[in-house]
């Protein structure tokens, strides 16, 4: 028996769509309010996952984390949301100094922008599926099976990887793919995940069981 038939489940391109988490310019460039400055290593295996998704005509979807209009409970945990900072805020540009220009500081990265056709999910909260339609948009497509890249692995990519289990999904975090502010709180969630929620795969390991 090979070591892949003794997993819960298998991955197949064919049944999955890729979800990334969050990578918005407040979240990733340099000196943005909410910076992860690990994010920028995770850049290069979400381009190479996405093309595979792009190539098998598999569904890529974009979250974004979006302040709102008003105040909520999340807003005493970030509160950099509130003015004059105003991160996640939708309309806000803002200048980033490694990119010398100005970008809508909700927007998904240049370097991984999403392309016509692929869904973007605005959530005002840490989980994807949360007062989101994600799951319409997942079954409309098909899918069995939710791989997950993005940040931060142990707020917004972990509890949209519950959820995901708890709506049903074969569920993969990726785990060069995802990344965090805190390397210990990373390692332990990656650690607890794949003991009761879901498969943590590297982006390349993915990719060779996938097919």
């Known amino acids: 028996m090979s070591a892949s038939s003794r997993e819960p489940f298998q991955v197949h391109l064919s049944s999955a769509a890729f979800l990334i988490v969050d990578m918005q310019n407040d979240f990733v460039r340099v000196g943005a309010p909410l910076e992860v400055p690990d994010t920028h290593r995770t850049i290069a295996p979400i381009r190479e996952v996405t093309r595979a998704f792009r190539r098998a005509g598999r569904p890529v979807v974009y979250t974004r984390f979006v302040a709102g209009p008003e105040e909520t409970l999340v807003w005493k945990w970030s509160p950099q949301i509130r003015p004059p900072v105003n991160c996640c805020r939708v309309g806000f540009r803002r200048r980033y100094s490694e990119l010398n220009a100005e970008r809508e500081c909700i927007a998904v990265i240049d370097e991984l922008a999403p392309e016509p056709g692929d869904a973007v999910v605005d959530k005002y909260g840490y989980g994807a599926f ?6 319409d948009i997942l079954a409309s497509r098909a ?29 993969v975090l ?6 965090s502010f805190d390397p210990q709180l990373h390692a332990a969630t990656l650690k607890n995940f794949a003991m009761k929620f879901g498969r943590v795969l590297d982006s390349a390991g993915f990719l060779r069981e996938a097919g």
């Open 174 to 179: 990726l785990s060069d793919a995802v990344s």
């Open 130 to 135: 949360f007062r989101t339609n994600l799951v």
């Open 143 to 171: 899918v069995d099976t939710v791989v997950i890249a993005g940040t931060v692995t142990q707020i917004c990519v972990e509890e949209t990887g519950r959820e995901s289990f708890h709506h049903g999904f074969q569920t």
